[in-house]
C-alpha cells in the first residue's frame, strides 16, 4: 500500500514539475515583453475654438493605440493628462480615467477643464496631451501631443460702471449701488430691484462725479442740482441710454404662482431674482404637491406654463406644471423661455446663537450664482452660543469645525462658538474633499 502511494505522490510531482517551470518561463516572458510595451496617442483635429452655441456637441478626440504587453494580461487603465505647453504634467491630476482607446471631450466638458485651470476665456491656449497606461504597479507613457483650444467665458460679463442710489435703495445714499447690466442695446442698461418710497439717481463708478436726476420728469437725466427722481414702493425695472439719457422706470417682476406655493393661486408670488451671470431668472423655492405657474407683476396678463413638459414655457390653457413636495431651483430664460425645475438641499444655519435655536426652521443660505457651489447669507444676527450648518432642516447632513481651522467636518464634537453680532457667512463646497466656510462679524 505504501508503494503504491509513493508512485502517485512521483506521478503527481512530476506531473506538477514542468507545470511550476511553465508558469516561471511565462512570468519570465511576460517581463520582458512588457518592458518593450509602448503607445502612441493621437488627436482628431489641431485646432479648436469652443463655442457656447456649440454645447452638447463633441469638440475633440483624444485616442492612443493598446500596448502590446506580449501576453495575454488584464486590460490597462488609461489615464488622460493635459497641461500648458510650457508644463510639465508634475503639478497636473488625471483629468479623466478609461479602460476604452479613446477619450471623446464635449464642448461644455472641454471648456470647464481650461476656465477650471484659469486659462483665459477667447484666448487660443496651446495644451499638451499624453495618456498613462497602467497595469498593477507598472505604467507606461504616451508621446506628448499639442492642440491649440480657444475657451469660452462659461459666465456672461454683464456688468458696467451704472447704478442706482438713493434712499428708495437698499443701500440708501451712500451705496454701494444698485447694479445696472448691459443689453442687446448699444449704450442701453438695465437694473432690477425693489425700492421703497423715496428718491434715486444715477451715478457712475459709485461716486458722485458723474450722476444723474430728473429735475423736469420728462424721461430724459439732466445734471441739475434738484433733480432727484421720486418713487413709490415696488419691484422695478430701470432702463436707460447712456448715449441719449433716456430712461424708463417700471413695475417689473417674475414669480411662481400656484396650489404648489405658500400662497396659492392669489398670490402674492414667489419672486424670481435676475441672474446677469447667465441672463436667466432664478430663485430657490419650498414647494408642496401640486401644480405651479411662471407669471409677470403677481398677474395674469402674462403667465405661462407647460403643456407638453418639454423645458419650454408655453400660454396654452391647459399647461399647469404638476410638482411633488420639495426644495427646488428654479431657472427661467425669458429669451427662449426655456427653464428647469431641479430638485437642491437647502443650507441653513442651526443652534443655540441662531434665531431659531437648535430646533430650527434654519435660517437659510442662497446660491452665489456666480460661483460654483458656492452658498451665502448676509446680515444674521447671532447670539452668544454654538452653529452648525445643515441641509433641508434636517440633521441627515450636517458640518461644523472641530479643529476651527475654517474647513467643514462632520465629526461629533464640532459645533462652532459665535459670539453676539451681526454676521456675514459663506459656505464653499467647490472642492468636495474640502468644503470650506467664513465667518464674517460686522
Avoid at 490597462?76 to 479602460?99: C, R, W
Avoid at 495644451?127 to 497595469?135: D, L, W
Avoid at 417700471?250 to 404648489?260: D, K, M
Avoid at 452648525?388 to 461629533?412: I, S
Wanted: aromatic fraction near 10%; hydrophobic fraction near 40%.
Amino acid at each position: 500500500m505504501k508503494t503504491m502511494k509513493k508512485i502517485i505522490y512521483k506521478f503527481i510531482f512530476l506531473f506538477a514539475l514542468p507545470l511550476f517551470f511553465g508558469a516561471c518561463a511565462d512570468n519570465e516572458n511576460y517581463a520582458i515583453l512588457n518592458s518593450n510595451a509602448s503607445l502612441t496617442t493621437s488627436s482628431s483635429v489641431t485646432d479648436v475654438a469652443l463655442l457656447i452655441d456649440n454645447l452638447g456637441q463633441n469638440a475633440l478626440t483624444i485616442a492612443w493605440t493598446e500596448p502590446d504587453y506580449g501576453a495575454n494580461t488584464q486590460k490597462p487603465s488609461y489615464q488622460i493628462l493635459l497641461d500648458k505647453s510650457s508644463g510639465d504634467f508634475s503639478t497636473v491630476s488625471a483629468t479623466t480615467t478609461t479602460k476604452e482607446l479613446e477619450k471623446i471631450f464635449e464642448v461644455e466638458e472641454l471648456n470647464k477643464l481650461l476656465i477650471g485651470r484659469e486659462f483665459v476665456p477667447e484666448v487660443t491656449v496651446t495644451i499638451q496631451f499624453k495618456i498613462i497606461a497602467t497595469i498593477g504597479q507598472k505604467s507606461i507613457e504616451s508621446n506628448t501631443i499639442t492642440v491649440d483650444i480657444t475657451p469660452y467665458a462659461d459666465k456672461l460679463d454683464l456688468s458696467s460702471p451704472w447704478g442706482l442710489v438713493g434712499d428708495a435703495t437698499p443701500n440708501g445714499w451712500d451705496g454701494p449701488d444698485v447694479s445696472f447690466y448691459k443689453t442687446s442695446t448699444p449704450n442701453e442698461f438695465v437694473a432690477y430691484t425693489a425700492l421703497v418710497n423715496g428718491a434715486i439717481k444715477v451715478r457712475k463708478d459709485n461716486d458722485w462725479a458723474v450722476n444723474y436726476g430728473d429735475a423736469t420728469l420728462d424721461g430724459v437725466l439732466d445734471t441739475d442740482n434738484d433733480n432727484n427722481i421720486a418713487v413709490t414702493a415696488g419691484t422695478y425695472k430701470v432702463t436707460f441710454n447712456s448715449a441719449t439719457l433716456a430712461y424708463t422706470i417700471e413695475t417689473y417682476s417674475w414669480g411662481l404662482v400656484g396650489s404648489a406655493t405658500p400662497n396659492g393661486w392669489d398670490g402674492p408670488d414667489l419672486n424670481l431674482a435676475y441672474d446677469s451671470n447667465t441672463d436667466t431668472w432664478k430663485a430657490i423655492v419650498a414647494l408642496v404637491d401640486g401644480q405651479i405657474k411662471v407669471r409677470q407683476n403677481n398677474d395674469w396678463a402674462v403667465n405661462y406654463g407647460d403643456a407638453t413638459l418639454d423645458g419650454v414655457l408655453d400660454g396654452d390653457n391647459d399647461n399647469n406644471i404638476t410638482v411633488t413636495a420639495g426644495n427646488y431651483l428654479i431657472s427661467v430664460d425669458f429669451k427662449s423661455l426655456e427653464y428647469t425645475l431641479e430638485a437642491i438641499n437647502v443650507w441653513g444655519v442651526v443652534g443655540s446663537a441662531a434665531p431659531n435655536g437648535w430646533d430650527g426652521p434654519d435660517t437659510k443660505f442662497s446660491l452665489d450664482h456666480s460661483q460654483e457651489d458656492v452658498w451665502i447669507l448676509n446680515g444674521i444676527v447671532l447670539v452668544d452660543g454654538q452653529i452648525k450648518f445643515r441641509t433641508n432642516d434636517d440633521w441627515g447632513v450636517n458640518y461644523g469645525d472641530a479643529t476651527l481651522d475654517g474647513v467643514l467636518d462632520g465629526d461629533n464634537d464640532n459645533n462652532i462658538n459665535v459670539t453676539a453680532g451681526v454676521y456675514d457667512i459663506v459656505l464653499d463646497f467647490s472642492d468636495v474633499n474640502s468644503p470650506k466656510y467664513t465667518l464674517t462679524k460686522k
